[in-house]
């Protein structure tokens, strides 16, 4: 089983660009959440998506949106990226309403 | 969404017993309490949860105050692979997924 995975590792953006960030869930998961975490904070919930809807949100600007496709793999888009969007974002996976939540390594994402 | 309340850091040596405090005063009643640790460069990794019991399984042992309003993450013998962030998060399980993360533990382990 692979688990969570992410692509890219790491990436490198100018102020002003777009990003996309993409995540395959672990086998068998049908919800995706996506988190940020900041240099030395823990991770701060973006949103989470189920049957290809967007299910929570947390206090992020519409600069960041996502998707879900239907084998429940999903991307995380960030517009008009600013400084303070460098970051770790993290991406977990989860049975809907079963507990344990499994992550993925992260995109290191820097805005230069 | 409920707060916790954890030491900045704790040391501990090789081989001895941890004891890692979490305080939550508010916790509501269909609230669970769950730990995740987070290792260096990688993504957080769930260690236990627990709702008013006591709970085991291989990785730690989970004590919940009577009142629960504190528990204590207990990792029995500490290896150097044990340092790392130890995060407390309520979640209300009947409404969803949502963790809310807070600063956690840093665990240093000596050997």
């Known amino acids: 089983d692979a688990g969570v995975t992410q692509s890219p590792t790491h990436l490198i953006k100018t102020r002003g660009q777009q990003v996309t960030l993409r995540c395959s869930p672990k086998s068998g998961h049908d919800t995706v959440s996506w988190y940020q975490q900041a240099l030395g904070q823990g991770p701060q919930f973006i949103f989470q998506y189920y049957e290809e809807e967007e299910r929570q949100r947390g206090n992020f600007p519409d600069r960041f949106s996502g998707h879900q496709f239907p084998n429940y793999s999903s991307e995380l888009n960030v517009n008009a990226l600013l400084l303070g969007d460098s970051a770790l974002y993290l991406c977990?996976?989860?049975?809907?309403?079963?507990?344990?939540?499994?992550f993925g390594q992260g995109t290191r994402l820097t805005v230069v | 969404d409920a707060k916790t309340t954890q030491p900045n850091s704790m040391e501990s040596n090789e081989e001895e017993p941890v004891h890692l405090p979490c305080n939550h005063s508010?916790?509501?009643?269909?609230?669970?309490i769950h730990w995740y640790r987070q290792l260096p460069s990688q993504g957080p990794e769930y260690v236990i949860h627990g709702l008013t019991s006591n709970v085991n399984n291989r990785m730690a042992s989970l004590a919940i105050a009577e009142d629960r309003k504190s528990s204590t993450l207990i990792l029995h013998r500490a290896t150097l692979r044990d340092a790392a962030v130890y995060y407390c998060i309520l979640r209300d399980d009947l409404v969803g997924n949502k963790l809310v993360f807070g600063a956690g533990t840093i665990l240093r382990v000596k050997s």
């Open positions: 977990a996976s989860s049975r809907d309403r079963i507990t344990e939540a499994f």
């Open positions: 508010t916790i509501s009643g269909t609230d669970y």
